[in-house]
């Protein structure tokens, strides 16, 4: 069954104080992984889509990663208006499954001024 | 101009009521879905449409029933609502198999 954790639950960190944030997959066959993030009452908005292992993708203060099992959003010199949750998302390869993303739980980052 | 539309944002009703949800975008996607986020914040599939037409169908109860009128708009309509319903929804758009989804701002609904 695909499947995705992300870890931890939830990240506090001072302004500035750079750290990443962990999605580890298991799909039968990625196609693509994709990072959103999410405000409170909002819908997700995206950020990044990743497609092989190696690859990597920068947005001002956020680049994310990709190995073969795991993916990394890094923050450096994260500002508190970089608090949200940010959700990890993998498409699977199957037959009839490349049409949906199968979500994380998400990391509730806040970062304290 | 917001891209993806959700109507309404909240809504409150009681076991048993039938209700329904619209969804409209602006974007000139060819697919659209619908997730639920239930109360442990997993957003999960329900269904896709890909112009007009069904083309997933998650094991969703068959009280939920999706309508696609036209291309730009996917409603979706639930019958004898039930407590276990509560949850956030979700609708979103994407313009090729694979593409980064938009997202609505969602629905809350809260069954009493």
């Known amino acids: 069954e695909d499947q995705v954790t992300q870890s931890p639950e939830a990240l506090r960190l001072q302004e500035g104080e750079s750290s990443s944030l962990n999605c580890s997959y298991t799909?039968?066959?990625?196609?693509?992984l994709f990072w959103y993030r999410q405000d409170p009452g909002k819908g997700p908005e995206f950020l990044f889509t990743?497609?092989?292992a190696g690859e990597e993708k920068e947005k001002e203060r956020l680049k994310a990663t990709l190995t073969k099992k795991e993916s990394f959003l890094h923050i450096t010199a994260p500002k508190p208006e970089d608090s949200a949750t940010y959700l990890c998302?993998?498409?699977?390869?199957?037959?009839?499954?490349?049409?949906?993303?199968?979500f994380g739980k998400g990391t509730k980052l806040t970062v304290n001024p | 101009d917001t891209a993806v539309s959700q109507t309404p944002k909240y809504l409150v009703t009681q076991m048993g009521n039938d209700k329904s949800i619209k969804c409209e975008q602006n974007?000139?996607?060819?697919?659209m879905y619908w997730y639920k986020q239930d109360s442990k914040k997993f957003l999960k599939i329900m269904f896709s449409?890909?112009?007009?037409?069904?083309?997933i169908n998650e094991t969703v109860p068959n009280r939920f029933s999706p309508k696609s009128p036209d291309k730009a708009h996917l409603n979706l309509h639930i019958n004898s609502l039930e407590l276990g319903d509560s949850a956030v929804y979700f609708c979103?758009?994407?313009?090729?198999?694979?593409?980064?989804?938009?997202f609505g701002n969602g629905t809350r609904l809260t069954v009493t």
């Open positions: 449409y890909n112009n007009k037409e069904l083309i």
């Open positions: 974007l000139g996607h060819d697919t």
């Open positions: 979103a758009t994407g313009s090729y198999e694979g593409s980064p989804l938009h």
């Open positions: 998302a993998v498409q699977p390869g199957t037959q009839g499954g490349s049409e949906k993303l199968v």
């Open positions: 799909v039968s066959g990625l196609r693509g």
């Open positions: 990743l497609y092989s």
